[in-house]
């Protein structure tokens, strides 16, 4: 008699030094650069790193000023994803409040 093989659900760790930040904007944003990098055939860590996309998820920069603050943002892609990224993350808030990161502890 074979015993039926039991599901695990998926939790997902964090990294370590991973930065803490909104999960469900930073799948928002993951899918927007995936989109974007296909569409140049080029990989998405081209478009922008995983911690650049944590950082936007962290601190919904909605301007390119506030974007110019996100590390790895050069002036070259801030002219070319700026005010895609920036759409996005407001687009965001328009359904989801911003996560307070300040008050929580590790």
Do not use: H, W
């Amino acid at each position: 008699m074979l015993s039926k093989p039991v599901e695990l659900k998926k939790i997902r760790v964090p990294r370590t030094g991973e930065i803490e930040c909104d999960e469900t904007l930073f799948d928002r944003l993951r899918k927007l650069r995936k989109r974007l990098a296909d569409e140049r055939s080029v990989p998405a860590y081209v478009i922008f790193g995983d911690n650049t996309l944590r950082q936007m998820a962290r601190e919904y920069p909605t301007n390119t000023d506030a974007l110019r603050m996100i590390g790895g943002m050069g002036e070259k892609k801030l002219a070319e994803f700026g005010s895609v990224f920036t759409n996005e993350v407001a687009a965001y808030l328009r359904t989801y409040p911003k996560v307070d990161f300040s008050e929580r502890s590790e």
